[in-house]
């Protein structure tokens, strides 16, 4: 599987449009690492550590 192109700067979520689904950003990065599939907020102790509150696929880490 291709690595998507962009990734929001602000929440890291990992997007395919002109705007952010999640936070509605227009600040994308094509430089970043790592993916985080997260199924479950609520439980999950990597997207507590992220900050992260909603299911999606995300980037570890943003440059």
Known sequence: ???????????RLIVKGNHCPLCNGTDFTTV????????????????????????GRYALRVR
């Open 32 to 55: 970043w690492s790592g993916t985080a599939l997260i199924l479950d907020p609520k439980n999950c102790q990597i997207a507590n550590a992220m900050g992260i509150e909603v299911k």
């Open 1 to 11: 599987m291709a690595k998507p192109k962009k990734v929001c700067r602000k929440c």
